[in-house]
């Protein structure tokens, strides 16, 4: 009975996890650059996994049943949208722009609004900003290539500003998500390696939602959560009655 009890309690947990990531969907389907979550459900058979979900042998791993929704963001292109906006970067392609964020760490992003700082520097929206690219705030033009190479003007003299590093891993869906679309590496992702990405100046990749997707996904969330609701209130009833009858 408790065993019963605990499997359909991970149902219930496996669907809050996936009601979390629709409702995140939803409500940055509008956001320029946002890459939806989706996952997997898989049978929990081990009690502690690692994070490449392999089993971990120690004394406290024990076989248990159940489920678990295995969250992951998916890498797939969004549409490109004007902006006229010289320092709106958008990659197509399945690449991603390395920046340092403000310990100088590697970070990285599919492109966004960027802007100049007092030292030349381009910054992105989240505070990184890109390494190797210095613009003079006195620049009137400034042009970036498809291969990312970085040009400006001032006085009608133009030079080099430096160039975008353009990456691309094995497993965009391990990235791990820090917020503001930032990404750094997963267990799963694999290590950074050169890319081949397109780049698009003045544009913004919009979200990759698609809310009639994300709206059906919801009620089935919804429906299923109801269903191991309603086992849990059952097998409760019948231990209650139970431990009624060896009274």
């Not at 320092?87 to 966004?112: H, K």
């Amino acid at each position: 009975m408790l065993q019963s009890i605990r499997r359909s309690v991970s149902g219930l947990v496996a669907q809050m996890h996936r009601l979390t990531a629709i409702s995140s969907n939803i409500a940055n389907a509008k956001t320029a650059g946002h890459k939806r979550q989706s996952g997997t459900f898989s049978e929990l058979l081990v009690q502690a996994l690692d994070g490449s979900s392999v089993p971990l042998s120690s004394p406290q791993a024990r076989l248990v049943h159940g489920a678990e929704y295995r969250p992951e963001t998916v890498i797939s292109q969004g549409d490109l949208v004007p902006t006229g906006r010289a320092l709106d970067i958008a990659l197509v392609g399945n690449g991603f722009m390395e920046l340092s964020d403000t310990r100088e760490q590697p970070v990285f992003v599919r492109g966004g609004s960027f802007s100049l700082d007092a030292a030349g520097r381009l910054v992105h929206s989240s505070g990184a900003f890109v390494p190797g690219v210095t613009i003079p705030p006195t620049a009137q033009l400034i042009d970036i290539d498809a291969e990312g190479g970085v040009t400006y003007a001032v006085d009608g003299v133009v030079t080099s500003g430096g160039s975008l590093r353009l990456v691309a891993f094995v497993n965009p869906a391990g990235l791990v998500h820090l917020g503001n679309l930032v990404f750094v590496p997963g267990e799963n992702s694999g290590a950074p390696t050169a890319g081949t990405s397109v780049v698009r100046q003045g544009f913004l990749e919009a979200s990759n939602v698609v809310l009639l997707e994300e709206m059906t996904s919801l009620v089935r969330a919804q429906r299923v959560y109801q269903a191991n609701a309603a086992a849990v209130r059952t097998l409760d009833e019948m231990w209650e009655r139970s431990t009624d009858l060896r009274r």
